[in-house]
Each structure stands twice: as structure tokens, then as C-alpha cells.
């Protein structure tokens, strides 16, 4: 079988784009004892991607130049020397952008059709869920009649965050770019209000939205919007920083007053607690209960999600770096 490949071609300087990325066609090893040969059916798009392919020190190792870009997918078992995986079985992988691939069979989780759509488990029921989960529930801590801020609303993490914080009894407010998106944060998630962070009066809309102030700001982006919201944070707020996303193409830093220390007077002042977390350092401590309460919920309804899907592997480029100026609307999902 011959796989088509979405390789780092050179490490980009700001955005990505088509020189980033190069395109192979390689045929797969022979299938040993214990693997499992996958045609990949979706691939994850995410954020996080854009660190690895920086070679700076992170939590993750960067992507090698010349390997296959790495990536959360769904694929389909077309041949199997695992005992448990047969032909036609769909399973969660992480084979990265690529149409084929083999995998070992202990790595990957197969997954019930027949439950929830397949895509869900890279999204609302996998990865970018479990953070909000997590991260909303073991740092942010929302209480009943509290206000709870997260911005990239829309998108599995914000949207699940939002949704979670209301099932707590806390009151959420989402912020967005642009009108759509905003409108879908009251219409489609039930968020109480919603705010755009285009919109040149972006703050006052924020101040209008939350008229008790701010106790779990659970940060996504950093940027323009986190300085609109930490005026708004009361005494004792949480905030889990969990993504930056309006820093991953910088190339310099930003320019303007320096607020560090402003904002560290405020952790002080107001007793914050800001604490950043990579979602994995809980799967232990909230897997078992992230996988019981979110099925639950996504099953009565008291959770939606949005799938943003684009069609074919040879989009997946694009798409990512659009994902990053914001043009996706849910969910990002490559059908490969
Ligand atoms: N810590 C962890 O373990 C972990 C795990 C998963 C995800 N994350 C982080 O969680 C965040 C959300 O991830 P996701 O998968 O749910 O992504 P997402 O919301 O589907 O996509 C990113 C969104 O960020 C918003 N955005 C981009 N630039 C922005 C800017 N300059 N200012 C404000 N918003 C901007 C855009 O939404 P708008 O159009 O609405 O602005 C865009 O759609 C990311 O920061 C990601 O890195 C962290």
C-alpha cells in the first residue's frame, strides 16, 4: 500500500505556508506481528501542531525536517496482525497527516461507530474535550453563580468549556471573532453572553457581559483579548492558561507598554491563580470521568459540538494555517 505524505519542508518564520510543507508518495513497510495496516479516514487539525514545527524547546519534541507531520486520526484497519483489530474496525491513531499508515496495535483505540460519529474522538469526546474538561474543572474550579470567560469559543476546547462551566451552574461567556461565531455561542452552545473580540468596542462589550466580573477566565489565545479580560478579574479568580494562540506566529515580540508588571500586581493584589497545564499530566487523575461525564452529556444534549470538516489531505496546509488567523468555524477536521 503507498501512502501520501504531508512532510515539514522547512521550518516557517511567522505563518505557515505552502513552502512549509512538502508532498510524498511512500510506500508502506511490510506489516509485522502486532501492527495493523490503517487507511487514514480523517485527520485532526490543531493548534499545537504549529509548535512542533519550531525546533525551539518546548514540551514536545519538533518535528524532524523531512518526517511526516505528526496529527491525531481516524482510520480504518485493511489488514491486521494484531489479535483484537480486524479488517474493517475504525480506530483512533496518531499517524499524522498521511493517507496510509501502519501502526502498532497495542498504540490505538478502537472506536464504536454506533455510539457517537467517529470524528467526535478528535474532537468533543478526545483530546481538545478532555482539556476543557480538565482544565476547567481541576484549575478553573467554577462555582454556582460564578462568571466564566474563554475566548476561541467556537472552536472543541472553548465551546466545551463554555458548555461544562453551565452544567456547574456558573454563568459563561464566550468571545469570538466575528458575528457568526458569536451568534453560534448563544444560538448553538447556550452560552449566556458573547462577546466579539474585532469589534473595536471589544471591551466595553466584555465589561457589559460581565457585570460581576470575571472568577474563571479560562485563557486560549493571550493577546488583545487577555488584556480586555484581566481588568474584569475579580478576587480570587482562576485562570487556566491552557493555549496562546494569537502568539504562535510571532516572530518578535509584541510591541507596546510591557504589563508584566501590572499583571503580577494584580495576581498579588486580588490573590490569582494562574496556572498553565498540558493536558495530559491529568489523564490519569480525569479520564475515567472525563469519558463518563462528557458521553453522558453529549448524549442528553447537554452538550454540542461543531465540526468544521475540509475535504482531502492535500488541503490540510491550508486549512491548518487558516485555523490560526481564525477562518475555522468548529472543529477542524481534515476527510483525508
Ligand atoms: N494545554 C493543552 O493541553 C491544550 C490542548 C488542546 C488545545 N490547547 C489550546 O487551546 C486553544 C484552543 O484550541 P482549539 O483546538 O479549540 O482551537 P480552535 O478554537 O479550533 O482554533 C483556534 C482559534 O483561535 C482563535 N484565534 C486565533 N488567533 C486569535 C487571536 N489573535 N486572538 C483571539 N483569538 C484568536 C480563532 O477563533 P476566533 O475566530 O473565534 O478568534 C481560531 O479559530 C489553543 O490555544 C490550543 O493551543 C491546549
Redesign the pocket.
Known sequence: MDSTQICLAQRPVGEPDASTFTTHIQPLPDLQDGQVALAIRYLSL???MRGRLSAAKSYADPVEIGAVMVGGTVGEVVESRFEGLAPGDVVLSYSGWQSAAIAEGSQVRKLDPSLAPVTTALGVLG??GF?AYA?LLEIGRPQEGETVVV????????SAVGQIARIKGARAVG????PD?VRALTEQFGFDAAVD??APDFVDQLKAATPDGIDVYFE??G???FDGVRRQLNNRARMPV?????N?NLTSQPVGPDQLAGFLGQVLTKSLTVR?????EFTRSHGRDFVRDMGAWLADGRVRYLEDIVEGLENAPAAFAG??????F???VIKV
Request: with cysteine; glycine share 22%; proline share 6%.
Open positions: 490543531d493548534p499545537y483530546m481538545p482539556t482544565g475566548a476561541a469559543a467556537t472552536g472543541p476546547v472553548g468571545i469570538a471573532g466575528g461565531k473580540h474585532r486560549n489565545v493577546g488583545h483579548v491552557c493555549g496562546l494562540v494569537a504562535y498553565g497545564f498540558i493536558q495530559d485555523m490560526l488567523r481564525g477562518d475555522n468548529g472543529k477542524l
